[in-house]
């Protein structure tokens, strides 16, 4: 397996696009951070693929380093906070998007935003 100089670190696409590589999931996995001045987007490709896996232990069984995974969700999760960031969940079918909030030391959906 050959990385793209890409996938070295995050890395600014573009004014208010920017990719950070997660390896909990499988190698070299994007999300994609997208900042339009009024909003702040996440797209959680598979590190949180529904609304139903916001809570941190909540994984999936097929994630190649399991603790990784919850440390990058848990750093993911502590930006959209603090950001008010909308994710866009890839595998919802019911919720597509929602702001989280932090509960303790773990996290909820906020609010669902429709788009």
């Known amino acids: 397996y050959k990385r793209s ?16 590589p997660v390896y909990g999931h499988s190698p070299g996995m994007q999300t994609v951070y997208i900042e339009t001045g009024e909003h702040s987007f996440i797209f959680t490709a598979d590190l949180i693929p529904t609304a139903r896996h916001i809570r941190l232990p909540y994984i999936m069984a097929y994630d190649l380093n399991p603790l990784l995974a919850i440390e990058e969700k848990s750093a993911l ?3 959209a906070t603090l950001n008010d960031s ?3 969940f890839p595998h919802d079918i ?3 998007a929602a702001r989280v909030k932090k509960k303790g030391d773990d996290y909820e959906i906020k609010e669902e935003v429709v788009l």
């Open 5 to 20: 100089a890409v996938l070295e670190g995050e890395n600014r696409l573009m004014d208010g696009i920017t990719i950070k």
């Open 77 to 79: 999760l502590e930006y």
């Open 94 to 96: 019911f919720t597509i």
């Open 86 to 88: 909308i994710l866009l």
